[in-house]
Structures are given as structure tokens and as C-alpha cells.
Nanobody, 126 residues
Framework: QVQLVESGGGLVQAGGSLRLSCAASGRTFSSGTMGWFRQAPGKEREFVAAITWSWNGGSTYYVDSVKGRFTISRDNAKNTVTVYLQMNSLKPEDTAVYYC???????????????WGQGTQVTVSS
């Protein structure tokens, strides 16, 4: 099992920045993917960003609407992996509940997630 705990959400004015954190503990993967998704009221959950790793390297992926504004990164500790989502130049349309997710297959970085966090609210005021 993998436990994911998100933090860092809040209220920010348009143009501002926030950094979300996701601390993962429990089972570790020698290769895998961790991602951020978001769900706005009345809308379906959408992919935002992912970071993958494997024996031969890793990659990052973003939905077009956040490219150039959001950055995903990963920090490894002994028994904990923390994934960050740095969000700059925030827009009101970025308002949503943001969820962290983890999966074991780096090739299915857009859909292959078995573990989910509880979500953190991000609100961008105009």
C-alpha cells in the first residue's frame, strides 16, 4: 500500500503562486509515476502533470493549459518520496481540488494510477 498526503493548497490572487506537496510513504517503486490531477466544480477530473522514473531515466508531462506555468518535481528520502507542484502565474480557471496520485508503471503516466490522496483545495481569485 501507498499512502499519499497532500498539502499546500489555499487562496491566492490571480498571478500569484502556490506550491503543492505530496508525501508518499509505504510501498516503494523502483520505477513508477506520480501525478497531479484536478477537479473543478461541475467538471470531470483532469490530468495536470506527471513525473516518471525508471532504471533508464525519467520524464515530466504537463497538460497544455499549464505548460510554462507549473513545474512538477520529486525529492527522494530514505522511506518517503515527496512530489511537488510549483504553480506560478495562477489563473481563476486553475481553481479546483488538486489530487496527488501514484502508480507503478511509468508508461501509463496519464491514466495508470492506483493510489490517490485526499485532495487539497486551490482557489484563485480574480
Amino acid at each position: 500500500q501507498v499512502q499519499l498526503v497532500e498539502s499546500g493548497g489555499g487562496l491566492v490572487q490571480a498571478g500569484g503562486s502556490l506550491r503543492l506537496s505530496c508525501a508518499a510513504s509505504g510501498r516503494t517503486f523502483s520505477s513508477g509515476t506520480m501525478g497531479w490531477f484536478r477537479q473543478a466544480p461541475g467538471k470531470e477530473r483532469e490530468f495536470v502533470a506527471a513525473i516518471t522514473w525508471s532504471w533508464n531515466g525519467g520524464s515530466t508531462y504537463y497538460v497544455d493549459s499549464v505548460k510554462g506555468r507549473f513545474t512538477i518535481s520529486r525529492d527522494n528520502a530514505k522511506n518517503t518520496v515527496t512530489v511537488y507542484l510549483q504553480m506560478n502565474s495562477l489563473k481563476p480557471e486553475d481553481t479546483a481540488v488538486y489530487y496527488c496520485a501514484a502508480g507503478a508503471n511509468p508508461r501509463t503516466w496519464s491514466t495508470g494510477y492506483n493510489y490517490w490522496g485526499q485532495g487539497t483545495q486551490v482557489t484563485v481569485s480574480s
